[in-house]
DNA sequence: TTGACTTATCGTATATCTACGATAAGCGAT
DNA sequence: ATCGCTTATCGTAGATATACGATAAGTCAA
């Protein structure tokens, strides 16, 4: 009874959910910041870093290229992977603007709503 | 087998996961954008714009909160959410910082790796 | 070809997510 | 107290995600 209802929202909400959805895992987050400091790093490498076997690294980073922000290059018996930097920037680029922080214009409009009274997390 | 060892990596990392997984879905990023465009939504106005049942949009509202994205107050039977802006930003940043795109200076350093010979998807 | 190495995929088990109806719980007015 | 309204929670079903071992498939060297 839960299929999965995507289809039914605007085609560039889809959009940064997937690309969220590529970065809402810990090991995903790490491998990126790992293709950051070294430009580019083969699957072998990351599976040293982490603490995951060589299996879920794959599975990781499949995800992270099918939501396009990898490169990948083979070289010999290796694959090499680097990060997709403009295909990045683009989803932040429109991230940010859906959430509204592109310009942090926090001068005139502190206050969300004057008239709120009490208000708790 | 397959328990979750979000312990194992970074705290960083873990709390970045979880704001991406919090944007990790179509109907969040809706009620994230309807919270921008009014400052101020109570949960029925969310139902009326989404197409959602109100156990869900109340699901979805919950998983925003436990990220901490949201403001909450209830004025007489109605709950009202806006953005925790502040949350949102600082995210954002740190977001940004490990992308490594927080500055866009895409004037320099099109080119991510020279030595780099064929290249595919 | 065989062997050593690297990576992707398969199969599988468990956990979490998604979605809904039903119901509970709260407020304000009558 | 009762009714109408609004929202949260419960219970549940199905879909996805996570993790691993085992295995397949590929390259390079001998």
Redesign the interface.
Known sequence: MATT??A???EE??S???F???????????I??LL?ER??VCCGDIVKEL??AQATVSQHLKAL?KA?LL?????GPKVCY??N??A??SF??S??C????DQ?D?SAELE??AD??????
């Open positions: 209802k995507h039914l929202f605007p909400q889809v940064l959910a997937a969220a959805g590529a970065l809402a895992h810990p090991a995903r987050i790490a990126i910041s950051q430009k580019e603490p995951l290229d396009g490169h990948l290059r083979e070289c680097s990060l930097c403009e990045i920037r932040c680029h991230f940010q859906t959430l509204g922080t942090a926090h969300p709503a709120c009274a009490n208000r708790r997390s």
